[in-house]
Structure formats: C-alpha cells, structure tokens
Nanobody
C-alpha cells in the first residue's frame, strides 16, 4: 500500500487547510485510517482516526472541534479538514493505514505510512 499525503502549506492563524491522502497499490476497502503529526523536536502524535465505513471517528483533545476527518472509499482517499488553525498546529502531518477496520490512537497500530506533508501556521 502506498499513501500519498498532500495539501500542506503556509496559512495564517485562524485559517483553514484541507489535507488529502490517496491510497494506491494493494488497498484495503475495510481498513481504518489515521492522521498523525510531528512537530520539530517532538514525537509523532495522534490527530484523528476513521474506521473503514467512515461512521466512527476520533480526535485528539487538542484538535477536537476544529478538525474533521472523512473518507471517500470510492476513490481510496481520506481527508483532514483543519479549521481555526493555531501556531501550535505547525507540524508534518502523516496519514496511515491499518489492516483492521477500527481506528487506533497509537503509531504501532498502523501498518502503512505516507511521506508527510508540512503544515505551517503563522501568527
């Protein structure tokens, strides 16, 4: 499975961005997906997860109410809509796929990773 994340960029605080993650190769229609992020000098942290159907989602406390994860199974793509961005949201964002139908909050629960896309939020 190959995952290609895109949509990162520079945005002012309070602005919005939408990240995309396209899956190719041997894809799993019943795979859960997740978004993680890593700021300089920190560990990679969970941001959001979505189950295979799209009906079950979860978020970290720091983004809950501002970010929305969704998926388009017909096109093997997931999205992360990020609203009301804050300077502390600045990080490289990674998408990940899990060989199970339910999402998880930990890196080790995911089997495939994209290359990351940089999001920079300026004050």
């Amino acid at each position: 499975v190959q995952l290609q994340a895109s949509g990162g960029g520079l945005v002012q605080a309070g602005g919005s961005l939408r990240l995309s993650c396209a899956a190719s190769g041997r894809t799993y229609s019943n795979s859960a997906m997740g978004w993680f992020r890593q700021a300089p000098g920190t560990e990679r942290d969970f941001v959001a997860g979505i189950d295979w159907s799209g009906y079950s989602t979860g978020y970290s406390d720091s983004v809950k109410g501002r970010f929305t994860v969704s998926r388009d199974n017909a096109n093997d793509t997931i999205y992360l809509l990020m609203n009301d961005l804050k300077v502390e949201d600045t990080a490289v964002y990674y998408c990940a796929a899990r060989s199970r139908s339910s999402w998880g909050r930990h890196e080790h629960e995911y089997d495939y990773w994209g290359q990351g896309t940089l999001v920079t939020v300026s004050s």
